[in-house]
């Protein structure tokens, strides 16, 4: 990765100069997996509304009740309520989960359609969505997986420095009061970054695939009883919406550090590849 | 631009792009594009698995305490039901197509042919699953009796439960000669060790184990053998397959 400025600009007191901070290769893949991702999500939770229960086991009818389970039911006072059953504690979810309303219209459907891709209920559909995607995203992954070791990507970028790992206490306490590393440091991931992104890369997203295909009957034939190091099939489903949401928090909290720590700079970084760097003075 | 503004943008540009999902969902080209998907699946799935490979099979600790009828669970039809009131007696299960000896099966024949018993899970395309014991006579020994002609590609599934209200459009369904073959492919008249209610199919229904539960046909009559399903109702091997749904649902 090139580290000389490219340009550097006077100011009065502070001099602020674009340093290339993302190759192309990380721009067009970061994309693809925003693209991947966004509509994996959103397809996934219609398909999950063709079901809207998940199980702890082998199967879904073990005689134990399931985990998690959306449904609209009749409440005397107020007609038609969403509900939301978590360990079987019940929670009015109207409005959200179970029921809520779409172009004017009350619908009795476990995520608003608002959250789902198609916009509509159609299983058929949105598992032709989720498949093709979720290809687009194992691509991905194989090709950033192999261009990052092979370019170093990961050892330069990534990987941090026992320096900087005794560095998490303090770089915790920076987060948490929206401190930014600005100057020199800017132009390198911080610790807990750093670890956010192998966490999510490394962990997280093989786990879902993993978990996906924990769910194909046909895949459990590769090796029969496998699906049971995830307790069975109906707790592999249950992992990956769980999976899932994690990947969604880490979406919410990558995106709101983008926004405290410099909107315009990240985006213009992620799709020129240039960042603005702030020399302290 | 505001930091605001662009979020707003950035959140309008989402919106619009969502909206664009919906429509192109909705074109008869596109969706053709995400069969590809479909495709890759299979491929690899091949790939990854040999010809017989297993599926699970569990034990009786592991059995639903009671397996879910799921799509018709009384056909409305009234040839059907007076084939039921008897027992399935005069129940005939026709096999025939691309066979050189075409024949057609009483309940008692399959009943005192080579049978195959398994625990196995149903995976509903729905998300859910129900684990069952199932007892029938493997498709290999129906195929074996029929001898199949070499152009034979597919195995079609005849059923006897119509899926309009006015008694028409029955069930179908198709699966290739590999999965015709496989060990765990079987005509199952045996849920529980009692006879297959009718919720679950009888007098005979497909067990195709490596796969979604929407290709494991009940309510079989006849059995077609053929090297393309194209001229069969909406040409696309099976009725969910009409309605949109993968033919192959390993997935």
Redesign the interface.
Known sequence: MAAEPYTATQSSQKRSYLYYRHTVPVRVMHWINVIALTLLMMSGLMIFNAHPALYWGKSSYTGRPAVLQISTRDAESAGQIGVTRVFGREFDTTGVLGLSEFNGEPQAVAFPHWATVPGYYSLAMARQWHFFFAWVFVANGIAYVIYSIASRHLTRNLVPTTAELRGVGASIKDHLRFRHPTGEASRRYNVLQKLAYIAVIFVLLPLVILLGWAMSPWLNSVLPGWVDIFGGRQSARTLHFIVAWLLFAFVLIHVFEVIVSGLFNHLRSMITGYFKIKESA | MS?RK??RSIGGLGALL??G??RL?GTTWF?K??????R??QGV?HL??SRK??????TEA?L?????SNGTSAPNNPQYRALAVDGFASWRLKVDGLVHKPQAFTLAQLRSMKSRTQIT?H?????????GKWKGVPLSEILASVEPDGRARFAVFHCDDPMTRDGTNFYYESIDMEDAYHPQTILAYELNNKVLPIPNGAPVRLRV????GYKHAKYINRIELVDSFRHIAGGNGGY?ED????WY???
């Not at chain 2, 594009?33 to 479909?38: D, H």
Request: glycine fraction near 8%.
């Open positions: 930091r662009l979020l969502l909206a999902c919906d969902s969706p594009v995400l069969e590809a998907g479909e890759a699946s799935h990854l698995t490979s297993m599926a699970q099979e569990f592991d639903s305490p009671q397996f879910r899970r995976d509903c395309v729905e998300g859910w699953s129900a684990i184990e490596r796969q979604l969910w309605n949109g749904y993968q649902a390993g997935i």
